[in-house]
């Protein structure tokens, strides 16, 4: 007998729009894919780099869990950026806006804040990264999501998106940084942790 593997989407409760529960549905099933696939790195996968300047598991892992604290800033609570930049990110995460260390410079190492940092660190960094962003998506309605947001990012340019975009790429960006971190994994296990 062939073994049946079933692959559900479940709406999470307490969303005033479906549409917006759809998207922390997938954030959630993102998650735990990337939960089951890290299990086992240790500290020293975690900020492994292939090489000087490149990012590490951790770093992606950390950013992972700023941007989605961004984003809910940025989108349901409509914060301006020089806002966010402002807005103490350590009371959501425990660590500041830039302290996943990325972009680093050419050549770079991994910021000091994450050394040594072990996995239930980073699960519980994204942890509360999804229960402050999940207390907010939670409360938009299905009109919010047609809301558009204009703001100005630090390059001056002006960036101009509605809410259901937002949420859109809070999963779009979740996904390529996902993809990343196993490739990094894969990389690190082949290579036996060897630069």
Known sequence: MT???????????????REAASFVAQLEDQSERLRADTRGLTAAG???????????????????????VFWTQVGPLGL?????????????LGIGIDDDGMPLAPGGAPPATLRGKD?????????????????DIAQLGDTDLDREITRTRRDGSIHQSN???????MVEHFAGHY??????????????GQA
């Open 3 to 17: 073994p049946l593997v079933r692959e559900v989407l479940m709406m999470p409760p307490g969303c005033r729009s």
């Open 46 to 68: 975690l900020e492994w780099q292939p090489s000087p300047g490149l990012n590490t598991i951790g770093m992606l892992l950390a950013h992972i869990a700023i941007v989605e």
């Open 80 to 92: 301006t950026s020089d806002d966010v930049r402002r807005a103490d990110m350590h009371t959501a």
């Open 119 to 135: 996995l239930a660190y980073f699960d519980d960094l994204l942890a509360r990264a999804r229960r402050y962003s999940m207390r």
């Open 163 to 169: 809410m259901r975009w937002i949420l859109y790429h």
């Open 179 to 192: 993809g990343q971190i196993n490739l990094l994994a894969h990389q690190f296990r082949l290579t036996g």
